[in-house]
């Protein structure tokens, strides 16, 4: 018998219009705690704006997102993050002109526990929680081979490293659920390669979900246990890899896109 594990993460008939557009529509998905999911589908499909209305960017027309059996519908991004879900973007978010470290730092800081006042006097509370915080910070840039340039401004590393501060950056905030859209957009084999090992050896370290948009097939067929596809805005197909490259439906909706990533 196996035992039913528990649910991080669910949407029920999600969906959105922008103007007379239904981007999103009635899109319903499931993450078991620890699961590495992935999402795919053509150039529009509605990918990452379903990672918007589960981040709070987007309050959905209509339909639900729980997290651990609650809804976060039309709650704050800041709070969905304190709450459990943390985010990287399709186009690198970093704040360019800080140090690496710091990038991190700022994330860390959704969960001090020192007021304003002990910052302003700067006790010994202050202190410790600073301390802890950065060693922290450097414990997660040893993860992603970043310690040695702890100090750089995050704008100076090269690409492929900006791309794994950001995740660095978004598990700083300890999140349940890891959500990456695109990590390897821009990335040569190589550091696509690594990234793959990466983001499973994170999923089992941090024990955390992982949920993923990727248009590198391969990453996403090695990494992901389950694949949802969407097409205009609508799931056409879930299941395992194996099942989703077989299935009909999805290699139309390649094929019938200039996609040249088709399966
Ligand atoms: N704020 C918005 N206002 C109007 N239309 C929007 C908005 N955000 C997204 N859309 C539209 O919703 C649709 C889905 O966009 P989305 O960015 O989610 O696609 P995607 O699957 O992430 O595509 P890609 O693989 O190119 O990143 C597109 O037609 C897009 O133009
Ligand atoms: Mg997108």
Aim: aromatic content about 6%.
């Amino acid at each position: 018998m196996t035992v039913d594990k528990k649910i991080i993460m669910q949407t029920k008939d999600l969906t959105i219009r922008f103007g007379g557009l239904v981007a999103v529509n009635n899109f319903n998905m499931k993450i078991e705690e620890g699961e590495l999911i992935g999402i795919i589908g053509p150039n529009g499909a509605g990918k990452t704006t379903i990672f918007n209305m589960i981040t709070g960017v987007y309050v959905p027309t209509s339909g639900s997102v729980d997290l651990e059996g609650k809804s976060i519908v039309g709650q704050h991004v800041s709070h969905i993050t304190q709450k459990g879900i943390a985010r990287t973007f399709q186009n690198i978010r970093l704040f360019k002109d800080l140090s690496v470290i710091d990038n991190i730092k700022l994330a860390a800081h959704y969960r001090t526990n020192y007021s304003l006042f002990d910052s302003i006097i700067r006790n010994k509370k202050f202190k410790n929680e600073e301390e802890r915080i950065y060693n922290e910070a450097m414990e997660i840039l040893k993860i992603f081979g970043l310690e040695k340039k702890s100090t750089l401004l995050a704008k100076n590393l090269p690409y492929g490293e900006q791309r794994r501060l950001e995740i660095a950056r978004a598990l700083a905030t300890r999140p349940k659920l890891l959500l990456l859209d695109e990590p390897a957009a821009g990335m040569n084999p190589k550091e696509t390669n690594d990234l793959t090992e990466l983001i499973r050896w994170v999923r089992d370290h941090f024990k955390i979900s992982i949920l993923l948009i990727e248009h590198d097939m391969k990453l996403v067929m090695n990494v992901c246990e389950r694949i949802y596809v969407v097409d205009h805005g609508e799931e056409i197909a879930m299941g395992l890899p194996k099942e989703i490259q077989n299935n009909k439906k999805v290699i139309e909706a390649y094929l019938g896109t200039s996609d040249e990533e088709a399966l």
